[in-house]
């Protein structure tokens, strides 16, 4: 097992990007990467969409007077600039980005690192169920590869997140397991 660091991660100062700013949070990496790593200041970024999730970037510049963010993650793994579209993505396999360790990142393709968002309904707690007033029913539904699929109408809605949860594991191997309490 590799040994890890924590790095700092700073909030940034509006358009300053040579200042620190005010330390939010930290992440972790292998000792190895650490001394490359911290010759930066990394900053902590949140995305909202399509869940709360966090990571490490920093700006580089690839053209004059054009700075872009560079995610820790695929620094890392040698991608030191922004991947085209549909190039492959980094995942964080246990599903933290703060988590930077080699040992906890991958490349997948796009359409198999969304499998991985964890979407739910604002009518259900759980992923892939929704509540249709008009038949008085929980229905179980998934999306894949930009089809949507309808599984069916339940009266219990754990139930629908169980038949919801069995037709991920059965056609989405790299989506997360839901637990259903």
């Given at each position: 097992?590799?040994?890890?660091?924590?790095?700092?991660?700073?909030r940034?100062?509006?358009?300053?990007?040579?200042?620190?700013?005010?330390?939010?949070a930290e992440t972790?990496?292998?000792?190895?990467?650490?001394?490359?790593?911290q010759k930066?200041?990394?900053?902590?970024?949140?995305?909202?969409?399509?869940?709360?999730?966090?990571?490490?970037?920093?700006?580089?510049t690839?053209?004059?007077?054009?700075?872009?963010?560079l995610?820790?993650?695929?620094?890392?793994?040698?991608?030191?600039?922004?991947?085209?579209?549909?190039s492959?993505?980094?995942?964080h396999?246990?599903?933290?980005?703060l988590?930077?360790?080699?040992?906890?990142?991958?490349?997948?393709?796009?359409?198999?690192?969304?499998h991985?968002?964890?979407?739910?309904?604002s009518?259900s707690?759980?992923?892939?169920?929704s509540w249709y007033?008009?038949s008085?029913k929980?229905?179980?539904?998934?999306?894949?590869?930009q089809?949507?699929?309808?599984?069916?109408?339940y009266t219990d809605?754990k139930e629908?997140?169980?038949?919801?949860?069995?037709?991920?594991?059965?056609?989405?191997?790299?989506?997360?397991?839901?637990?259903i309490?």
């Open positions: 097992m590799t040994d890890s660091i924590q790095i700092p991660l700073y940034r100062f509006k358009n300053n990007h040579s200042q620190p700013g005010v330390k939010v972790t990496v292998d000792t190895e990467d650490a001394e490359e790593l930066h200041i990394w900053r902590f970024r949140e995305t909202k969409q399509p869940s709360n999730k966090f990571y490490a970037y920093r700006y580089i690839l053209s004059p007077g054009k700075s872009h963010p995610y820790m993650h695929r620094a890392i793994l040698g991608l030191n600039s922004p991947g085209p579209k549909g492959n993505e980094v995942d396999i246990n599903g933290n980005g988590d930077n360790r080699k040992a906890n990142l991958r490349l997948l393709e796009r359409r198999h690192n969304q991985r968002d964890s979407y739910k309904g009518t707690k759980y992923r892939g169920v007033k008009a008085g929980w229905a179980a539904c998934a999306s894949l590869n089809h949507r699929y309808y599984l069916g109408m809605e629908a997140a169980r038949v919801a949860a069995e037709w991920r594991a059965a056609n989405m191997p790299y989506a997360f397991p839901q637990v309490d």
